[in-house]
């Protein structure tokens, strides 16, 4: 007798046969263990408007010469054939685009879902050849969002004459307590030496317990695990030093410098709940007439006080020129920073601290303080006027919004570990937003003419 949690009482549905009035009725039922065959290829099961699509078009258009000339295997040459770049970039880009920020899973989605499939064509990949793709390709990837705004530049859809900047906090790819003071940090080092130590004499004896394969897995793994902590090491030395300096300035007391043993270069930092966590400050600056990401940056400051200048020089190295006007918020409004853009003719639009209670108490805020600079002072009148406070609503029109389809793009954690890989991170999705962005500008244009 069959049991139910629930009791439904009577069925108030008629049988089968009082439908029918007599007899069984005729249902068609699904039988999954069919077996079945489809003639169609993987371009004709894809929809033609797909966005796979779109993606593989865009970086179709794209020169990869800094991939291309590292292949080896050349005709002529003995060897395997090496992956086409063209298909590792379009993979990474669309799992950008959809939010897959792990390698396992783009590989795994490779296997089984139509659109990675459509992009794959046939080829197979594994989640390490993926993992290094992104991770070691820093510069190429760097080069790629030159290429892409430099081309915008010349079509005229980017005038880079005005930028916003604006730092976002990113989870780190490390915990809270993988952050150690220096005692500590060091008894950890002399146990992961052991461990190296341990493992090299296990592979000289030919210990019957574990295969080749498994003993070098453990010996590179506890000598990642020792170099990590060397650099933790290193970084907890370094922040202490700055901490010191700082403690000096303000007659505090310094607090003892931690690092972590995950991700050295990582910083506890505040984020926008008011949460403390293990991140890294990424900076985007977005030109505000086409939404193009132009500078991309991932530091460990906490705070942006000094990330405006850095960025001025890179558009300069990038572009070999810097905008006019930058707009930025108070936390880059620094003295120096603004001297410095000044001195690459930027003129920088910025918030003045504590505007409205100045301006409560009597006082003008406008007016030039003592050790005001030039520049600075120019600051402060410009600040006053209806012009810079109409000029500076664009700041968060773009920057904020730039920052928004990051993070529903999945730029919530790192997906690596490093300040280099995370800034690779960093610039792939700048890149990615710049492909959708470009489409987008293009097709207006083409609309108009």
């Not at 010191?244 to 910083?267: F, N, Q, V």
Request: aromatic share 6%.
């Amino acid at each position: 007798m069959t049991s139910f949690l629930f009791d439904k009482g009577p069925s108030a549905q008629p049988s089968p046969a009082e439908v029918a009035g007599s007899g069984r009725p005729r249902l068609r039922v699904p039988h999954r263990e069919q077996i079945e065959m489809h003639w169609a290829s993987l371009d004709e099961l894809l929809e033609v408007e797909h966005r796979a699509r779109v993606v593989w078009a865009a970086v179709g258009g794209l020169r990869l010469d800094g991939w291309l000339k590292g292949i080896k295997a050349v005709e002529g040459n003995v060897g395997r054939d090496a992956t086409d770049p063209r298909l590792l970039v379009a993979l990474w880009v669309y799992a950008t685009l959809e939010g897959v920020g792990s390698a396992r899973e783009l590989a795994r989605l490779c296997e089984k879902h139509l659109a990675y499939q459509w992009l794959c064509g046939g080829v197979t990949v594994n989640y390490h050849l993926l993992a290094a793709f992104r991770s070691q390709g820093g510069d190429r990837w760097d080069e790629l969002l030159t290429q892409l705004v430099a081309a915008l530049l010349s079509e005229g859809l980017v005038t880079m004459t005005r930028v916003a900047q604006d730092g976002m906090r990113v989870r780190a790819s490390a915990g809270k307590a993988s952050f150690r003071r220096r005692g500590r940090l060091e008894t950890f080092l002399e146990e992961a030496r052991r461990q190296v130590e341990t493992l090299r004499q296990l592979a000289d004896e030919g210990s019957q317990e574990l295969n080749e394969r498994q003993r070098a897995a453990r010996a590179r793994a506890a000598a990642e695990r020792a170099d990590r902590i060397e650099q933790a090491i290193k970084n907890c030395e370094e922040l202490q030093g700055q901490r010191a300096a700082s403690a000096k300035k303000s007659g505090r007391k310094p607090t003892e410098a931690r690092g972590s043993t995950t991700d050295p270069e990582a910083r506890v930092m505040q984020f926008s709940d008011g949460g403390y966590r293990p991140g890294y400050n990424v900076q985007f600056s977005t030109d505000t007439g086409s939404g193009i990401i132009v500078g991309v940056d991932a530091v460990n400051a906490g705070n942006d006080a000094d990330q405006l200048p850095p960025m001025l020089d890179q558009l300069q190295d990038r572009y070999g020129r810097t905008p006019d006007e930058a707009l930025v918020d108070g936390g880059f409004a620094s003295k120096d920073a603004i001297d410095r853009a000044q001195e690459q003719d930027c003129t920088v639009y910025a918030p003045l601290k504590d505007e409205q209670k100045q301006l409560a108490a009597g006082k003008d805020p406008y007016a030039t303080k003592k050790g005001d600079s030039p520049a600075v002072a120019a600051w402060r009148t410009r600040m006053g006027t209806a012009a810079a406070k109409v000029i500076y609503q664009l700041r968060c029109q773009v920057a904020e919004w730039v920052n928004a389809l990051a993070r529903n793009r999945g730029l919530q954690q790192m997906p690596v570990r490093g300040q280099t890989k995370c800034r690779t991170v960093a610039v792939m999705y700048a890149i990615v937003h710049n492909l959708m962005q470009a489409l987008k500008l293009r097709a207006d244009l083409k609309s108009l003419t």
